[in-house]
Nanobody
Framework: QVQLVESGGGLVQAGGSLRLSCAVSGLRFSSYGMGWFRQAPGKEREFVAY????????RVADSVKGRFTISRDNAKNTVFLQMNSLKPEDTAVYYC????????????????WGQGTQVTVSS
């Protein structure tokens, strides 16, 4: 049974930083790419960042480029999302996804999702 558990969300002022973590179990973590998504109230879930299995390739959405960084620790089966210079429009529930595929300029999510962690950025 694949399990993903996000943590690290919270309330932060604009300009602040947060680091999200996603601990994964039930699959061979080091063999799979990982993604982060977010969903704001009333909006569709959107792609935020991707990292390949060994961490050598990363992609981030244009809306967070230069502010967010994705990384992973294969020894700890954990993927991270470092979020700096946060803006109120970054407010959303953030989800990690395991085992999707990145092709061209799009990430195709798998069926393996975490429960999400709330990030709220105040102005």
């Amino acid at each position: 049974q694949v399990q993903l558990v996000e943590s690290g969300g919270g309330l932060v002022q604009a300009g602040g930083s947060l680091r999200l973590s996603c601990a994964v179990s039930g699959l061979r973590f080091s063999s799979y790419g990982m993604g982060w998504f977010r969903q704001a109230p009333g909006k569709e879930r959107e792609f935020v960042a991707y990292i390949n299995s060994n961490g050598g390739i990363t992609r981030v959405a244009d809306s967070v480029k230069g502010r967010f960084t994705i990384s992973r620790d294969n020894a700890k089966n954990t993927v991270f999302l470092q979020m700096n210079s946060l803006k109120p429009e970054d407010t959303a529930v953030y989800y990690c996804n395991a085992g999707g595929a990145y092709s061209g300029s799009a990430y195709s999510a798998s069926r393996h999702w975490g429960q999400g962690t709330q990030v709220t950025v105040s102005s």
